[in-house]
C-alpha cells in the first residue's frame, strides 16, 4: 500500500468520528443526537454516544467532543416527543437516568429506530434489541424509584430540617423528588445523593398556600454532615429513634423470622440508611420493661 493511500486512509478515520461524547446530562446526549443528524453521521452502524466522564480514550477509535446546546436539545426533544409521545420521552430519560453502560448509544439506536419509522409505535417491538433494552431499563429504574420514595428516612436536624442521605442505584434523585415536594410542603427537608454528590433542598418560605416552593440543587455539602449526620441531630430527634427502635425491636417475632423474605422486600443495601437498622439487639434502651 502506498503512502499516498495510507494517508487518504488516515484522513478519512480522522474526519469520521466513531464516539460522540457529551455532557453527562439529559440535554447533553440530546445535543450529541442533533450533532450526528446534522453531520449525516447516523448510518454508522458502530457510532457511540457516551458521556464525557465514562468515556476511556482509545487510539483506535476516533473520538469528538459535542459541548451542550440547549437550542439544539429543545429541537431534538420537540421531535422525539411528536414521535415517541410523553410516554416515550419519559423512557428515554429513564433510560438514560440508569447511567448503564452504552445506554446513550442504546437510546440513540432507538431514536434512529423511531425517526426511520415515523409510523410505527416502535416503544411495542420487543424484538428490537435496543428497545428491549431499554424497557428492561426502565423498569429497574422503576423499581428503584419505588423503593426509594418508600426508604428515604429523614433525620431532623437542629437547624430544623428534615436530611435524608441515600445511595441508589441508578440515578433517580431527579424522579423522587416531585413525590415528596408534594407531600413535605410544611417543612424544610433535603435529600442527598452520596454516590453523585448533590441534593435537592425544599424551603418551604418559599411555597405560598397553593403552590409548594421549587426543588433547589445543592451540591455544596459539609463533609461532617454527609458521613455522619448523628452530630447534627435535635434532641426531638434522638429521642424519636429510640422510640422507633424500640418499637421496631418489640413488635418483631422471633419465631416468625424469615430473614431471606425480608431482604427481598427490604434489601440490605438500603438498611445502612434506615434508623431501625443501627442499633444492636441486646442494646439496654430497646428492651421492653415489663
Request: aromatic residues 12%; hydrophobic residues 35%; glycine residues 4%.
Amino acid at each position: 500500500m502506498s503512502q499516498l493511500q495510507l494517508q487518504s486512509m488516515f484522513d478519512v478515520n480522522r474526519s469520521t468520528p466513531s464516539i460522540i461524547t457529551h455532557e453527562a446530562s439529559f440535554e447533553g446526549w440530546l445535543s450529541a443526537v442533533f450533532y450526528v443528524y446534522a453531520n449525516r453521521l447516523q448510518s454508522d452502524e458502530a457510532l457511540q454516544l457516551t458521556a464525557r466522564d465514562r468515556y476511556v480514550p482509545s487510539l483506535i477509535d476516533q473520538a469528538i467532543n459535542v459541548d451542550t446546546d440547549t437550542d439544539h436539545a429543545d429541537r431534538v426533544m420537540i421531535k422525539l416527543t411528536q414521535l415517541l409521545g410523553r410516554s416515550g420521552m419519559r423512557q428515554l430519560l429513564w433510560g438514560f437516568l440508569s447511567e448503564k453502560d452504552n445506554i446513550g448509544t442504546t437510546l440513540f439506536q432507538v431514536v434512529k429506530y423511531a425517526i426511520n419509522f415515523p409510523n410505527r409505535d416502535i416503544m411495542q417491538d420487543l424484538g428490537d434489541l435496543n428497545v428491549l433494552e431499554l424497557v428492561q431499563t426502565v423498569k429497574s429504574v422503576g423499581r428503584e424509584k419505588h423503593r426509594m420514595e418508600a426508604f428515604v428516612r429523614f433525620e431532623h436536624t437542629t437547624d430544623d430540617i428534615y436530611f435524608a442521605r441515600i445511595a441508589p442505584d441508578f440515578n433517580v434523585l431527579p424522579l423522587i423528588g416531585e413525590h415528596f415536594r408534594q407531600r413535605y410542603q410544611d417543612q424544610y427537608w433535603a435529600i442527598y445523593d452520596l454516590v453523585r454528590g448533590f441534593g435537592i433542598y425544599y424551603d418551604k418560605s418559599n411555597s405560598t398556600p397553593k403552590r409548594p416552593a421549587a426543588l433547589q440543587t445543592i451540591t455544596d455539602l459539609d463533609e461532617t454532615v454527609i458521613r455522619n449526620p448523628a452530630s447534627i441531630h435535635s434532641k426531638d430527634e434522638q429521642r424519636y429513634q429510640k422510640f422507633w427502635q424500640g418499637y421496631f425491636t418489640n413488635v418483631n417475632i422471633k419465631d416468625r423470622k424469615n430473614p431471606r423474605l425480608h431482604k427481598q422486600y427490604l434489601p440490605q443495601r438500603y438498611w445502612k440508611y434506615l434508623s431501625e437498622k443501627q442499633v444492636l439487639p441486646n442494646a439496654e434502651h430497646l428492651h421492653k420493661r415489663r
